[in-house]
């Protein structure tokens, strides 16, 4: 079966500061892509970052960055210079099942930024 | 453009009665989804559309849920009738091409059944 796991309920980060979520996955297939979601308190889920598995090279965009660990199916996000607009849930999720693939979701890690 | 728009934001029903949410995808969007996201846990799919077909409805509760897309743009989500434990917020997304583009999320319905 095919689930992803986020093992960190909840995370604390100082304004500027850096902080990684951890996740973990397990598939069967070799090609994919891996993603990580922010969901503020306004519920929309906003794409942050997204991996390609066949990418060596570990993604990333302004302020977040993945380290993505293939062999050992793990794929982190770091947050450099946190902001107090950073503070959401974060969820990774794998999109199972092909070109019409539907996404899988962890649990979530709730990130808190304190000023 | 335009994002995924959802109704209504929020929406309080008693146990028994019934619900319709409503979704309008990005235009051009082939792929549509609905999620249940429970209190405290990642969204889970309860039916996938490609146009106006069903791809994927493994986990809707058919007995009660039902879902339609009509001319392959918008999608009902109905309950009928409703249990307490299908207080949740419902997510519509929307995609092109998934590897590209990857998936667009709308703001979502906060449904509570008391």
Known sequence: AQTVTQSQPEMSVQEAETVTLSCTYDTSESDYYLFWYKQPPSRQMILVIRQEAYKQQNATENRFSVNFQKAAKSFSLKISDSQLGDAAMYFCAYPYGGSQGNLIFGKGTKLSVKP | ?114
Do not use: M
């Not at chain 2, 934001?9 to 051009?28: L, M, T």
């Not at chain 2, 082939?30 to 209190?39: G, K, P, R, S, V």
């Open chain 2, 1 to 114: 453009e335009a994002g995924v728009a959802q109704s209504p934001r929020y929406k309080i029903i008693e146990k028994r009665q019934s619900v319709a949410f409503w979704c309008n995808p990005i235009s051009g969007h082939a792929t549509l989804y609905w999620y249940q996201q429970i209190l405290g846990q990642g969204p889970k799919l309860l039916i996938q559309f490609q146009n106006n077909g069903v791809v994927d409805d493994s986990q809707l509760p058919k007995d009660r849920f039902s879902a339609e897309r009509l001319k392959g743009v918008d999608s009902t989500l109905k309950i009928q009738p409703a249990k307490l434990e299908d207080s949740a917020v419902y997510l519509c997304a929307s995609s092109l091409d998934r590897r590209t583009y990857g998936y667009t999320f709308g703001s979502g319905t906060r449904l509570t059944v008391v």
